[in-house]
């Protein structure tokens, strides 16, 4: 993926090295294309069945508790990782604003918080345990860096851009918020009476981000030419990686998929790819029909 000839998001805070109170992570409902991953590793850790866990991880739940974050200061200029994720985030920004300006509409881009082990987030406490998530409350992407070494060793989905589909996934999260659908499957998952609804809705609000992350790899290529040969694959292959069977399989060798909260590795690729080969918004409707 080629970034070094491209400018660096301001919007990015980095705590990494800071404290900051800790809470229980759920509070207000806080989105993340890990927490299946790391949640299902500290099932097995632990001994406890990942099912149980993972079932129903991002329902909302409460109201939280909203208390100040810790200090911030900018990426160093020698930190090549901080730095990349500064450029995918700026990338991210240039995409969707002239996509919502095309539609007469502005883009309020979210700021994507760098941290490591635990911070305070408008959603309650966020660690490293949890993967990277976005939390609508205060609009901010919570993200530990060393999620990604956990992709590449554990999971097995290296390269850069499949780092930056993670981030692209997050911040379709926040498109999803800021055009009013996230509010409404948020409510709508808090109506109903079942864990398998909930889960449901879940799982077509996370498809519905990873169609986001592909119109958004679309239109970044369309622009600045940023792909490069593997970088496609890189990203099918995370998007895969991470699939709700996939890791159930691994972990207890069966699959309950009225437990899944992400998708499948065939509908995550599939809905990725269906924004990838389109570019368009109105494709990544998963909220009718079959999946």
Not at 26 to 49: E, P, Q
Not at 153 to 175: C, L, M, N, Q, S
Not at 195 to 205: P, W
Request: glycine share 12%; hydrophobic share 35%.
């Amino acid at each position: 993926m080629r970034l070094d000839d491209f400018r660096a998001s301001s919007n990015v805070e980095d705590r990494r090295g800071g404290g900051g109170g800790f809470q229980m992570p759920g509070g207000r409902g806080g989105l993340g294309i890990g927490t299946i991953i790391i949640v299902g590793l500290v099932g097995w850790a632990l001994g406890i069945n990942p099912v149980m866990l993972l079932s129903g991880i991002e329902a909302i739940q409460g109201t939280g508790t909203q208390t100040s974050a810790p200090q911030s200061h900018p990426v160093p200029v020698n930190d090549p990782e901080g730095k990349f994720v500064s450029r995918v985030l700026a990338q991210t920004e240039d995409v969707w604003t002239k996509l919502f300006r095309d539609q007469g509409k502005d883009y309020v881009a979210p700021t994507l918080v760098l941290f490591s082990g635990r911070t305070q987030s408008g959603c309650g406490g966020a660690e490293a345990a949890m993967g990277p998530f976005y939390c609508p409350v205060d609009q901010k992407i919570y993200l530990d860096l060393s999620f990604f070494n956990d992709m590449k060793t554990r999971f097995k989905a290296p390269g850069d851009f499949a780092a930056a589909y993670v981030i692209a996934h997050e911040v379709g999260h926040h498109v999803q918020n800021v055009i009013g659908i996230l509010p409404k499957l948020q409510a709508a998952q808090r109506s109903v009476t079942t864990k398998r609804e909930a889960n449901g809705i879940s799982v077509r609000t996370e498809l519905m981000a990873d169609c986001l992350a592909g119109v958004w790899a679309y239109h970044a290529n369309e622009m600045f030419r940023t792909l490069e040969p593997g970088d496609v694959e890189e990203a099918l292959n995370a998007a895969s990686a991470i699939g709700d069977d996939r890791l159930q399989r691994q972990s207890q060798g069966t699959v309950v998929p009225d437990s899944f909260t992400h998708g499948s590795s065939q509908n995550r690729v599939k809905w990725f790819t269906k924004g990838l080969k389109t570019g368009d918004m109105k494709q990544c409707n998963t909220l009718q029909g079959s999946l």
